[in-house]
């Protein structure tokens, strides 16, 4: 818990006081909250410039209490909006350096992957492994200890589709997967167990599953609710009629709603929430939706906030707890192109994918203008962004024929 960590942190920094020297200078000798206490008034530069002092010092000044209020306000430094830190492991002065390659738009780009034929990849981080989709398969690979490369022998090759799979989720030890053939793939990731099951009359678009629940949307203009249990595998809990393509779903924390993101063509919202028990339509979001503007990528950031981007160029950030008709920020591509992916560290940063020229941008999502641009193509290979998956030191973008990442640890 929070306060068991607080008690850790100054516990360590009470046995580093504990060996500091006995002579010196006054600032030595002050008792060790109160040395806390002036150190916290100090940002980063004055931070680093004290840790040159001595080696004390910078032993000192290097704890995790002193750099926590520094990291929340930086850009993808493991902290969420509430101050849950997902990278405990991880000492915080080393996350904020990190971070300011992440404000500054320096990295090293390579190519972790490359295939001959035209593709929509989708992929998924968990620990040290990757997943990527290619065709009717998905594969597993493990990362090296850099991050920034792969070894190049797959972990794993999960099969079962007739046709290209379209998106996967990685949940409870199993992988979920929706395909062109209008089916759903359940593969379990550490053993050869797979059943695929007949879900629509067309292909399947999205896929997310949360607990013991999977949810899914097709060009058939419908969503489906379907259990994650052995024995009812394929059996429909219900069938929403969506009036429109589906091309993104996303499950609430919560596991009571799941929202749609659909074409905008049959429905003037593209954004619709359904109620999980029961199917039925609890709320849309937005009023001022042009035709066309379909959703293709929204998520949760929690049970009240989630992000969606699509045709019509923008990111949007709603907040259920003030309107459901009106975003409370928005951020246009400059450029006028299709966000077809983004990605969020859960806190000040955001990232997208747009549909030409392979061209990742960074946003501060405190600011209305982009941070930064990365363009991973260019003619005659231009290509989307069709999927992007952040780490605190790397960014990893998949395009139609290769699959980029982004070093921003070592630039």
């Known amino acids: 818990t929070g306060a068991a960590m607080a008690a850790a942190e100054e516990a360590a920094v009470a ?19 109160l040395l806390l206490l002036i150190c916290s008034y100090l940002d980063m530069r004055a931070l680093g410039r004290l840790a040159q002092v001595c080696r ?37 002065k080393d996350r904020v350096k990190v971070s300011q390659n992440w404000r500054l738009g320096r990295c090293r780009e390579g190519i972790l992957l490359k295939w001959k034929c035209r593709q929509m990849p989708w992929m998924a981080l968990e620990d ?58 359940i593969h379990k990731i550490d053993s050869t167990f797979t059943v695929k099951y007949s879900a629509h009359e067309q292909e399947v678009n999205c896929v997310d599953c ?45 596991l009571s709603s799941f929202v749609t993101g659909t074409a905008c063509c049959g429905h003037f919202s593209p954004l619709r929430i359904w109620d999980l028990n029961s199917g039925q339509l609890v709320t849309h979001l937005g009023s001022d939706f042009p035709p066309g503007a379909g959703v293709l990528d ?21 907040d259920l707890r003030t309107s459901v008709r009106k975003c409370v920020m928005e951020w246009e591509e400059p450029h006028d192109s299709t ?22 941008r960074l946003w501060d999502r405190r600011q209305r203008a982009c941070l930064h641009a990365f363009p991973l193509t260019s003619t005659p290979l231009s290509s989307p962004v069709y999927c992007l998956r952040l780490t605190t ?14 070093d921003f640890h070592n630039p």
């Open 210 to 254: 949360k607990g013991s629940i999977i949810v899914s949307g097709s060009r058939d203009k419908t969503a489906k609710v379907w259990p994650l249990a052995l024995g009812q595998l394929g059996q429909c809990l219900h069938t929403i009629q969506t009036e429109d393509r589906v091309w993104s779903i996303a499950i609430s924390p919560l």
């Open 393 to 406: 030191k790397h960014l990893y973008a998949a395009l139609s024929y290769n699959l980029h990442v982004l």
């Open 128 to 185: 040290d492994s990757l997943y990527i989709s290619q065709a009717n398969f998905i594969l597993a690979y493990q990362f090296r200890p850099d991050g920034a490369s792969l070894n190049r022998q797959p972990l794993g090759v999960f099969a079962g589709h007739d046709e290209d799979v379209c998106h996967f989720v990685l949940a409870n030890s199993h992988i979920i997967s929706a395909g062109g053939d209008g089916k759903i793939g």
């Open 56 to 92: 004390w010092l910078r032993r000192f000044t290097s704890c995790d209490l002193l750099w926590r209020r520094i990291a929340r306000a930086s850009l993808n430094s493991g902290f969420t909006r509430l101050g849950t830190d997902l990278m405990t492991n991880v000492p915080v």
């Open 15 to 33: 046995q580093e006081s504990a060996a500091r020297p006995a002579a010196g200078p006054a600032l030595w000798r002050l008792p060790e909250e």
């Open 298 to 318: 929204v998520m949760y950031e929690s049970p009240s906030t989630l992000l969606s981007c699509g045709y019509d160029t923008y990111v949007r950030y709603w």
């Open 339 to 360: 966000l077809y992916c983004l990605q969020t560290d859960g806190n000040h940063l955001l990232a997208t994918g747009s549909s030409y020229y392979g061209v990742v």
